[in-house]
């Protein structure tokens, strides 16, 4: 039996044995470490009759490689079926392209959950408390006179949770366990199951009964005062957060944003912490990584990360698993645990 061709952008981490697993089974090779050496690498394959069957887009490999985007795809030969993509966003992959090509996209939905809540709520807690800024003056030699700025208690306030999906969800969870009320806007109401079945537990579940829908996203804006973007990118996303959402929002209040930093103005989001109507930033994405704003990086009303809201080695590990199981699953049965885009049986869109 000839064994599939799988190209690999970017090293896997940590997801060791699963990567074993496959290369035992298929070709595994390797892209260069730059963009130039992965151009170079897909038209000499093309020139020998080499075809990729499946292409695996590593853990932030698009900070070296670029993004999976059209002129990318173009220097494939047209047999590559599947690209499978390592994070639960999938903007660094022209899925429009990809689609039109009848190449399969996959990602890693539900296993980030927990750790880029976590983020969120580190982020969270960071900006109400001005941890950051807290332990930058005593890593600069603040003294036990000097009194750092005064912080907020969450507990009683109200967070707005744009986009109650799987992150959304776990970090309700973890607010209303800080004693803040939960808001959420979805274009949709999430549907609460009545009782428990055979995948869920009424404890998975029962926490969503404490929190509340509301029916515009500016409803949510004028109630919240810290409002966190659980969204993701997309051409209805794209700067959802411009200078008449800030305005909407409370005076004092917060933004939080660990999805994708393009669904903010960041222009904008700079005009209002600067001029006092917003009291506070945690953003661990920004609209041009790896660049950060400079009028960010000078504001300490803004605790900063970069873009780790997943970036534990359990969390990187069971990404990278799915990721490689979902091109297993794709040779050894035809099937895919977590597409992205959708063909029907004659490979065209339904
Ligand atoms: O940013 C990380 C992800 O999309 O999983």
Do not use: C
């Not at 689609?99 to 750790?115: E, F, L, M, S, Y």
């Amino acid at each position: 039996m000839t064994k599939e061709n799988i190209l690999f952008m970017g090293t896997v981490r940590h997801a060791k044995a699963q990567e074993a697993e496959l290369a035992a089974k298929y070709n595994i090779y390797y892209a260069g470490s730059t963009r130039e050496l992965l151009e170079e690498q897909l038209k000499n394959a093309k020139r020998q009759g080499l075809t990729f069957k499946a292409l695996y887009r590593g853990y932030a490999s698009h900070y070296t490689l670029g993004r999976v985007d059209g002129p990318l795809l173009g220097l494939f030969s047209p047999g590559l079926e599947l690209i499978s993509s390592v994070g639960a966003g999938y903007d660094f992959v022209d899925v429009v392209v990809a689609t039109r090509n009848k190449q399969w996209v996959t990602n890693t939905p539900g296993v980030v959950d927990d750790a880029t809540a976590d983020a969120t709520i580190l982020l969270m807690l960071s900006t109400l408390r001005r941890y950051y800024e807290i332990e930058y003056a005593m890593r600069n030699g603040l003294t036990p006179t000097q009194k750092p700025r005064i912080g907020r208690d969450p507990t009683n306030m109200t967070l707005g949770i744009v986009g109650l999906g799987g992150i959304g969800k776990a970090v309700a969870k973890r607010a209303l366990s800080l004693g803040m009320k939960v808001i959420y806007y979805n274009r949709r109401p999430i549907s609460i199951p009545s009782s428990p079945s055979e995948n869920t537990t009424e404890k998975e579940y029962s926490f969503l009964r404490d929190v509340e829908y509301v029916a515009s996203l500016d409803q949510l804006l004028q109630t919240a005062d810290v409002v966190s973007i659980h969204v993701p990118l997309s051409p209805e996303t794209h700067h959802l957060f411009g200078k008449d959402q800030f305005l909407k929002m409370k005076q004092g209040s917060y933004l939080i944003n660990t999805s994708r930093g393009p669904v903010v103005d960041e222009e904008a989001l700079v005009q209002a912490l600067e001029s006092g109507h917003l009291a506070g930033a945690g953003l661990d994405v920004y609209e041009n990584e790896p660049k950060v704003h400079p009028k960010l990086l000078k504001n300490m009303n803004v605790a900063l990360m970069p873009h780790l809201g997943a970036f534990t080695i359990e969390t990187i590990t069971k990404m990278e698993t799915l990721s490689m199981k979902n091109i297993d699953l794709y040779f050894s049965t035809g099937s895919l645990l977590t597409p992205v885009n959708n063909f029907n049986k004659k490979g065209t869109l339904p």
